[in-house]
């Protein structure tokens, strides 16, 4: 178990990128060594803690072996390198102290041990003659060592528990310093820190004592025990104490960054323990009385009731930090307390507010803070602390009330920090606030979100935010009307044309002209999709807005186009439908012609392109294509180009991040193609450019959306029916059977969407309706049922060149994975060792399969099956088939000498017919070969391979009980093969065994 990597030069094995022949080996050894190390300790320690848990509990000297067994699982736990093998060691080491508690803890001497244990453990990070940097960061092996006795302890049975000493010694390890501490409480003016566990200074670690090392070792296994649900119930009590412990580790100088870092974890894990994640969402279900009904979404009354401490030492540091905070080298607290504040749910009893009033004063001085997201922070805790809307101080109306004088005071001496504050605290305040509360800030709200009536004053941000909550209150009915709001919308864009115009750079702007453009553009959709509105401003208007030339406000106006637009997709009124596909289209090309490429923002066009797809498609539902304009032409080359039709194919293993644009550019071009006309003379030659943008992205190593989005795309265009003119034979195939790959993809959506379209032709030509409603695989094999069914020697020609391709690509690499196999064998075969794996050659990691779904072996059954019975041409292509022939007298030589060679018989180990990496290829060729003999009459190379397969027969001799029984059979069919042989037909037959006759 006690494994260093460090010794096998591990950690610089692979500081040259680059290597040759003999480097790469070196690595790949050291790689091996390496992992087999980590995988040997994690066996080690699972079967070490099994082994000694089941020896009998009369055991003679039980507990040396218990006491032997937990040191050196703890060693290894302090001591390991690797993340897996640490936690194979804290789950043995679990196993076998919850075994001290339970099954051996009738004698004294073994229910001791957890105990002594984490006396040994908390020794190495508190004694400064011991304390050490981990091996793993976040002091990773010390916490799960200490997790593992907590764990036992919490679930032990008996009376003797030791888990709570322990964490109120991690706790105490956790602080400052005694003089520390002193200094603290003197500095918040508090008579005690008031520690739930500790009253005294006799407590905290003495001066001499203290190492910052140690303190970072406790606060990182205390983040991990708060973390633990398991733990959950014991930890409970300590909660108040952590985030006490961790605000005075959080506000020490800049020189203990480490201890910094790791109490700003610990009050994260406790304020998630203490106040849910979900705490302040809307709609909590409420029991009477204003309590939450379940949950932890508890509010300010209640957690300063479970932790009584809390409450004064929170406002002491908020006060503290505000009066310190300028102080060089001093670390604000004053967002981490906010960020508690603001996660509790506000009550709705006036009778609450008596506890909250005494931080509403520094909640209230926190929103002119200089640094922005303590000002956002105190907004969020301002709305957390009141108490309802009645009349008490606390109430939403009376702090909006004072929200907005404290704004008007700060506006007179142009204190912008605090302006922009107050009114995020009202934005926050009026987010679910009644009328009274709106008419304390409307005649202010409505000055800000105007720049002061036009006279400039202010920054952005403070414009900005009252925009948004004068929009809040327009979609509540509580607000503006919608004619003093379009008012107050036009007056800014005024402004942001006026800016614009004279070329200013103002800090903020980008902000403001986003919320600009988002409301501006909202108020414009409504309009342009209101059926009252005849005239075409809307439309110009929206035109405008998403083509704008400032980046921030056409990105904002995009997003926006694209919400609203989803409301009205039902709308059945199709010259509005019309309307909008043909201004996204104008915009697009806009888009796209931009004199910079490098302003072309690819998820703007993407969303422009899902709008459009979006209402094209409403618009075939209704049964109506978007009548051709001028421009289709100029739309076409830019969504061939958006999809790629001039880019060579996507490389193996490129994942097509940042290329979804292709994906609904090719949607778009299957739409070109459902609205074209039957005489289009443009039709075959964009078929040709569809086939080739589909060709670069049915790749199974570039991303799903792009899969899906090619699936999509065969729906729509409609070219698998074989009844539509326009394109070529070869040009239809081949999108056809891309077709009939996804119905074996890996992901789920695009055997779906590819199942629909296959069916849905199938259905189509067959009149069945029941075709619909097939699974993927039935679908397959109906597809392959109905190319066979299809007449036409051109056809034919080119279905026969397809199948025997897509055979030679599924056997081509025999001879690779034969390698493979036989590297396999090399070092265990003929000794009786069933071992595999023993050679060097293999890679621990192997390459992933980009597409596990797919049915290789299905796919290989089916081409046969459709070869055989399609009819044979006058001249048919034999290129591919010679290939495969040759590849199979080539394996039929290498194993009948392979056999003949070898006079053990082969265990079914080390049998290669039977290598799951072999079996497809190798089953490949030989039906292949059968199917040649049977179909090629006079084909030179079909004539040599049945006595081949007669020899290997022969050869396999004492090998032939452990041979796969399908390889065997096919054997023996190509042996008897014979050019046009019903019984060479009929075994051709039985080895295609997945598929129906």
Not at 483 to 491: D, N
Not at 519 to 532: I, K, S
Not at 677 to 704: Q, T
Request: with cysteine.
């Amino acid at each position: 178990l006690n494994v260093n990597a460090g010794a096998l030069g591990a950690n610089t094995a692979f500081a040259v990128l680059k290597a040759d022949g003999e480097e790469d080996a070196r690595r790949i050894g050291v790689q091996r060594v390496v992992m087999g190390s980590w995988l040997l300790t994690k066996e080690a320690c699972s079967t070490l803690a099994t082994a000694v848990t089941l020896i009998s509990p009369e055991y003679p000297d039980i507990h040396s072996l218990l006491s032997s067994a937990g040191t050196l699982l703890l060693a290894t736990l302090t001591s390991l390198k690797h993340q897996g093998g640490a936690f194979a060691a804290h789950a043995a080491f679990q196993k076998i102290a919850t075994s001290c508690l339970s099954r051996f803890a009738a004698k004294e001497s073994c229910r001791a041990l957890p105990s002594r244990w984490a006396d040994v453990l908390f020794n190495q990070i508190s004694l400064p003659s011991r304390v050490r940097d981990s091996t793993l960061r976040r002091s990773t092996g010390y916490a799960l060592g200490f997790l593992s006795l907590l764990r036992a302890d919490a679930g032990a049975t008996c009376t003797y528990r030791f888990g709570p000493r322990l964490l109120r010694r991690l706790l105490q390890l956790g602080l400052p310093s005694a003089a520390a501490v002193e200094r603290s409480r003197a500095r918040l003016g508090l008579d005690n820190l008031g520690f739930f566990h500790h009253g005294d200074d006799a407590s905290y670690v003495p001066d001499a004592d203290y190492q910052w090392r140690s303190r970072v070792h406790a606060l990182n296994v205390l983040k991990f025990v708060v973390h633990d649900a398991p733990l959950s119930h014991a930890v409970a009590p300590f909660v108040g104490d952590l985030v006490i412990g961790a605000l005075l580790g959080i506000g020490v100088s800049h020189e203990d960054w480490a201890v910094q870092n790791s109490a700003n974890m610990v009050y994260a894990a406790a304020m998630l323990r203490a106040v849910d994640a979900d705490k302040n969402a809307s709609g909590v279900d409420r029991a009477v009385g204003g309590e939450p009904r379940s949950g932890s979404a508890i509010t300010a009354r209640v957690l300063f009731r479970a932790f009584p401490a809390l409450s004064s030492f929170l406002l002491a540091m908020l006060k503290a930090g505000q009066t310190e905070e300028k102080a060089e080298g001093a670390h604000s607290v004053l967002f981490p307390i906010l960020l508690l504040l603001a996660r509790l749910q506000p009550s709705a009893l006036e009778d609450d507010a008596a506890p909250l009033a005494p931080f509403l004063p520094v909640v209230m001085a926190s929103l002119g803070h200089r640094h922005y997201k303590v000002r956002a922070m105190a907004a969020r805790a301002l709305a957390a602390l009141c108490s309802g809307d009645g009349g008490a101080a606390c109430s939403r109306p009376s702090l909006v009330r004072r929200c907005m004088e404290s704004a008007r005071e700060c506006h007179e001496r142009q204190d912008w920090n605090g302006v922009h504050g107050r009114l995020l605290g009202v934005q926050q305040l009026l987010k679910s606030a009644t009328l009274a509360a709106w008419r304390e800030a409307m005649v202010d709200l409505v000055r800000h979100a105007t720049w002061c009536h036009g006279r400039m004053e202010g920054p952005p941000a403070c414009v900005h935010v009252a925009l948004e909550t004068l929009h809040v209150a327009r979609e509540d009915s509580s607000g503006p009307t919608r004619k003093q709001m379009v008012g107050i919308v036009e007056e800014n864009l005024r402004i942001v044309a006026t800016v614009r115009r004279r070329g200013a750079h103002i800090l903020g702007w980008a902000r403001y002209e986003t919320v600009v453009a988002q409301l501006a553009c909202q108020h414009t959709c409504d309009a342009a999709f209101d059926g009252n509105v005849e005239d075409e401003l809307p439309a110009d208007r929206l035109h405008d807005m998403l083509t704008h030339p400032s980046f921030d406000f056409r990105i904002a106006a995009i997003e926006t186009f694209q919400t609203a637009a989803q409301a009205f997709l039902q709308d059945t009124d199709t010259d509005r439908l019309a309307s909008m596909a043909r201004l996204l289209r104008a915009v697009l090309r806009h888009e796209w012609t931009r004199e910079d490429p490098l302003e072309r923002h690819p998820p703007a066009l993407r969303r422009l392109m899902r709008c459009l797809l979006l209402f094209l498609t409403a618009l075939r539902a209704c049964g109506r294509p978007l009548p051709p304009d001028a421009n289709v032409a100029q739309d076409w080359d830019m969504f061939a180009t958006m999809a790629g039709v001039r880019r060579p194919p996507l490389a193996k293993k490129e994942d097509g991040g940042g290329r979804e644009v292709e994906g609904d550019a090719l949607e778009l071009l299957a739409g070109f193609l459902t609205d074209a006309g039957p005489g289009d003379p443009a039709a075959a030659e964009r078929l040709k450019e569809f086939a080739g943008c589909v060709r670069r992205l049915i790749d199974p190593y570039v991303a799903w959306t792009l899969r899906l989005s090619v699936a999509e795309a065969l729906r729509t265009a409609g070219v698998l029916g074989w009844d539509v003119v326009g394109g070529s034979v070869r040009t239809r195939l081949e999108l056809y059977f891309v077709a009939l790959e996804f119905l074996q993809d890996d992901d789920e959506e695009v055997r779906e969407v590819a199942n629909a379209a296959v069916a849905m032709e199938i259905a189509r030509a067959t009149g069945d309706a029941k075709s619909e409603q097939q699974v993927p695989s039935m679908t397959l094999d109906a597809a392959y049922r109905r190319l066979c069914l299809r007449g036409g020697e051109e056809f034919h020609e080119e279905l026969h060149a397809r199948l025997w391709e897509q055979l030679w690509q599924l056997v081509r690499d025999w001879d690779s994975r034969l390698d493979g196999a036989m590297q396999e064998f090399k070092n265990s075969r003929g000794d009786g060792d069933m071992s595999l794996n023993l050679e060097v050659q293999r890679k621990i990691f192997e390459e992933e399969d980009p597409n596990p779904y797919e049915e290789k072996f299905l796919t290989l059954q089916l081409s046969i099956r459709s070869l055989s019975t399609l009819p044979l041409s006058s001249a048919p292509d034999r290129t591919t088939s010679t290939k495969i022939l040759q590849e199979c007298s080539q394996c039929l030589l290498f194993f009948k000498t392979w056999y003949a060679d070898v006079t053990v018989p082969n265990d079914l180990a080390h049998e290669p017919t039977r290598d799951a990496a072999l079996f497809v290829p190798l089953y490949g060729l030989l039906l292949s070969g059968i199917l040649a003999v049977y179909l090629f009459a006079d084909h030179a190379q079909a004539e040599d391979v049945p006595g081949l397969a007669a020899e290997l027969l022969e050869a396999m001799g004492v090998h032939e009980e452990v041979v796969h029984p399908r390889i065997k059979f096919a054997v023996k069919v190509l042996a008897r093969a014979q050019p046009g042989g019903q019984e060479t037909k009929c075994g051709l037959t039985k080895c295609c065994f997945l598929v129906l006759v």
